[in-house]
């Protein structure tokens, strides 16, 4: 059976193309624009996914689209907002938080572009999808089950808890099901505004970032704050009384993060939120971990990529396993509904997720033309992967495009900036290099084989620790080999290199291990994909305003976000010249870590390829 999986239109277009169960291709529309969050309809990202599925719109037996009917959800927006005033009635808040809550949750419901466009978006989803000849084909997922079912069908657990926390879905800000043996079982839904996703876009936002893209930039500050100056203000905001899901006792008061903005430092108030979210969050999922006698969780949903949210879970007692599924945003949850159709429909789950390389790729014809048209140096080497882990154990900074583009917001060495993770210096050439926030940490590509010494409770996430949605404690050797990826806090949030998933990337970090050990006894295998400064942010506490991270224009042939296609598997063409921060490994001590930051994905010949395995 053939089913393609569209995202909801609003933001985050993409599809995915699943055949039989398993996900044999998906793409955002971004990455073919080159507009990050694009909305509207996905025309590149179809076009790219049946071709990619080898099929035709004739071929696909159902369009599974992960939203309700707009008459469907409107009436659910409305049975939400009567709940809700009957709650804000009676639960003690101040009346002016809850005037202002009522008030504005009452503006944002009528003037949403749903309610006053009546529907537009539907109807121009029903339009594309009719001269597409799919229009017939057109199935309504409800958004919080496609989420589940995109954690729940690529974790490969048989029972597990399933978790869907984001900002809004088809009436709800989140679900809890339980799976077991290939069925997802409702348990029970948060319904809006009870939404930690909008709780923590709020806070995004108060302190000068751009809500729905900058949230992980929060994530990053909260670790040079202290949680306990503010956490008692911020926990006052929720209900944890309730029987079934926490509550937001003023969830859509507009002014409570600005004030906490406004008048305290900037770390301090993304310390108390992100505890907050956490103890929220967790305190939840521990009362359903209870109820059902579950002792895995599989998560998704923009909440998830918190991947300090998600520490917390691996680091429950209870928990034996966790899994984030890699497009845990809206982008993924396409793939969600086309999964959860399948199962309804008695297709048979597919093995556990093996690999999110599921873009769009180029010839080395294609990567020839773009290199040559930038004017850039280029070589031809024999072995490519040595080569660049030649240059990473030289102290070099290479940008790697290889193979197909990764699904979903993490780069995983296929559309990447590597460099050594053994000199700290490097994430200040970086930042610098690329204007991003000083304080924000590179992430580790580490060989799979040496997780397990390097970081804590590797055996609780081992799957999810492929795709690097999940941060942990960094032991005493990451720490001393490799402190470039390890954030002020300690921590890390690694992706688990294995040849079966990454086969370029193992080749790569296996050489530069070889090249770097000096000891027999020495394991230590990573790269860094940014890390932190060795001291507190320098800015001042507070942005003044939205700090986008945008590479500067020496770097831009080799780093950018990844919105576009990327590299083919089997051009062989290296650039390289991103700059030597350093020089070689010369601190004494084995290491295999690099860091690992996007790399550029070229949208066509016009541009410059920043280079390819």
């Known amino acids: 059976m053939i089913v393609v999986g569209l995202s909801p239109t609003a933001h985050e277009s993409a599809v995915g193309v699943v055949v039989d169960g398993a996900i044999v291709a998906a793409a955002s529309e971004e990455r073919f624009t080159r507009v990050k969050n694009q909305d509207g309809f996905p025309h590149q990202a179809l076009e790219f996914c049946l071709a990619r599925a080898g099929v035709t719109a004739a071929d696909v037996d159902h369009v599974a689209y992960a939203a309700l009917p707009f008459a469907t959800e409107r009436r659910r927006d409305l049975r939400c907002f009567a709940a809700n005033v009957a709650y804000v009635v009676g639960n003690g808040d101040s009346l002016t938080r809850r005037a202002a809550h009522l008030a504005n949750y009452g503006r944002s419901l009528a003037l949403t572009r749903e309610w006053t466009s009546w529907g537009a978006s539907e109807r121009a989803l029903r339009r594309e999808l009719d001269a597409r000849g799919l229009g017939g084909k057109l199935v309504f997922v409800d958004h919080h089950r496609a989420h589940c079912a995109s954690a729940y069908y690529a974790s490969g657990f048989d029972r597990a808890l399933v978790v869907s926390l984001d900002g809004y879905g088809s009436g709800n800000a989140g679900a809890v099901h339980v799976g077991e043996h290939g069925r997802l079982r409702p348990v029970v839904s948060i319904p809006y505004p009870h939404s930690l996703g909008t709780f923590y876009r709020r806070v995004t936002t108060a302190l000068g970032f751009t809500p729905n893209r900058h949230e992980g930039k929060v994530v990053g500050l909260a670790a040079y704050g202290d949680p306990a100056r503010l956490g008692h203000d911020v926990l006052q905001r929720f209900d944890l009384s309730g029987p079934d899901h926490y509550r937001c006792r003023s969830g859509q008061d507009p002014y409570f993060a600005r004030h906490l903005a406004d008048r305290h430092p900037a770390e301090d108030v993304a310390a108390a939120c992100q505890h907050a979210l956490e103890h929220v969050a967790v305190t939840y999922v521990r009362r359903w971990l209870a109820r059902t006698g579950t002792d895995r969780v599989a998560c998704a949903g923009g909440v998830f990529a918190n991947v300090k949210l998600n520490q917390r879970l691996v680091q429950l ?297």
């Open 317 to 613: 007692p209870e928990v034996a396993e966790t899994f984030v599924f890699p497009a845990m945003g809206d982008s993924g949850v396409g793939v969600g509904a086309a999964l959860a159709l399948s199962a309804d429909l008695g297709v048979p789950r597919a093995d556990p997720l093996p690999t999110v390389f599921l873009g769009p790729d180029f010839t080395p014809d294609e990567v020839e033309r773009a290199v040559r048209g930038s004017g850039l140096a280029f070589s031809r080497p024999a072995d490519i992967d040595a080569a660049v882990a030649g240059l990473l154990a030289e102290g070099r900074v290479v940008a790697r495009v290889s193979g197909r583009g990764e699904f979903g917001p993490r780069a995983l060495g296929n559309r990447s900036i590597l460099a050594p993770a053994s000199d700290l210096a490097v994430t200040e050439h970086l930042n610098r290099r690329l204007r991003r926030s000083e304080f924000m940490p590179f992430a580790p590509a580490t060989l799979d084989d040496a997780g397990a010494a390097l970081y804590a409770d590797v055996g609780k996430f081992r799957h999810a620790g492929r795709f690097m949605t999940v941060a942990t404690d960094c032991l005493p050797a990451m720490r001393a080999a490799s402190p470039a990826c390890v954030h002020v806090d300690g921590t890390a949030r690694p992706q688990l290199v294995t040849p079966a998933a990454s086969p370029g990337l193992h080749r790569v970090l296996t050489e530069y291990r070889r090249r770097t050990v000096w000891r027999r006894s020495s394991i230590r295998a990573s790269t860094c994909t940014r890390s932190r400064s060795s001291t507190r942010p320098t800015t001042p506490c507070r942005p003044s305003g939205p700090r986008v991270s945008t590479p500067s224009p020496s770097a831009t042939s080799c780093s950018s976000r990844r919105t576009g296609k990327g590299g083919g598997e089997g051009a062989v063409i290296a650039v390289h010249g991103v700059g030597r921060p350093r020089g070689p490994n010369t601190t004494g001590r084995s290491s295999s870590s690099v860091a690992t930051r996007s790399s550029a994905a070229v949208p066509s010949a016009k541009r410059p390829a920043a280079g390819a395995s």
